[in-house]
T-cell receptor, first 112, second 113 residues
Framework: GEDVEQSLFLSVREGDSSVINCTYT??????LYWYKQEPGAGLQLLTY?????DMKQDQRLTVLLNKKDKHLSLRIADTQTGDSAIYFC????????????FGTGTRLTIIP | DTGVSQDPRHKITKRGQNVTFRCDPI?????LYWYRQTLGQGPEFLTY????????KSRLLSDRFSAERPKGSFSTLEIQRTEQGDSAMYLC???????????FGPGTRLTVT
């Protein structure tokens, strides 16, 4: 079945760039997503990329997709304290299946 | 647009009791999803509706779980004879039929004692 892996923790100094990585196993993934979850809250859709794209940029966020290696990354430029949260990578398969498959999440901590 | 809403936000119940949660999707979103999230994990898919039709159910959705969306608008998720292992955050999401974007509600946190 589908599997999505992320490292659990990342610490970054305020003002630096954060890079959160994700690997997935489903070669039929059509869309790949990044969600943000703050403590006690639901998930906020940050951005997503279609599987035939290599890169997508949206303000401070840059998504890179290496389909050959099944590797997805999220770069947050000029990281701020408000970026502290858990970031989830997720994918949707190509076979008419509407469910999101999530990774375990990466907890981003900002060091002042 | 008020976003996806869920009620209640928190529920504490004793083992063996039944609980029901409600989700109101974003208006005009005809797709509605339920996910469950346990501590330290990502959300896991439970079930999905397109309008009033329940199109897919995960094997996580045991016989004690039932979900409905009677008029294709709000949805309810009922858990019968709750067990301690049911303690989790239950998340609802919705999307428009022509969109691949799922928007999540704030979740209902269930604690079974």
């Amino acid at each position: 079945g589908e599997d999505v892996e992320q490292s659990l923790f990342l610490s970054v100094r305020e003002g630096d760039s954060s890079v959160i990585n994700c690997t997935y196993t489903d070669s039929s993934s059509t869309y790949l997503y990044w969600y943000k979850q703050e403590p006690g809250a639901g998930l906020q859709l940050l951005t997503y990329i279609f599987s035939n794209m290599d890169m997508k940029q949206d303000q401070r966020l840059t998504v890179l997709l290496n389909k050959k290696d099944k590797h997805l990354s999220l770069r947050i430029a000029d990281t701020q304290t408000g970026d502290s949260a858990i970031y989830f990578c997720a994918e949707i398969s190509n076979f008419g299946n509407e469910k999101l498959t999530f990774g375990t999440g990466t907890r981003l901590t900002i060091i002042p | 647009d008020t976003g996806v809403s869920q009620d209640p936000r928190h529920k504490i119940t004793k083992r063996g009791q039944n609980v029901t949660f409600r989700c109101d999707p974003i208006s005009e979103h005809n797709r509605l999803y339920w996910y469950r999230q346990t501590l330290g994990q990502g959300p896991e898919f439970l079930t999905y509706f397109q309008n009033e039709a329940q199109l897919e159910k995960s094997r996580l959705l045991s016989d004690r779980f039932s979900a409905e969306r009677p008029k294709g608008s709000f949805s309810t998720l009922e858990i019968q004879r709750t067990e301690q292992g049911d303690s989790a955050m239950y998340l609802c999401a919705s999307s428009h039929r022509v969109s691949n974007e799922q928007y999540f509600g704030p979740g209902t946190r269930l604690t079974v004692t």
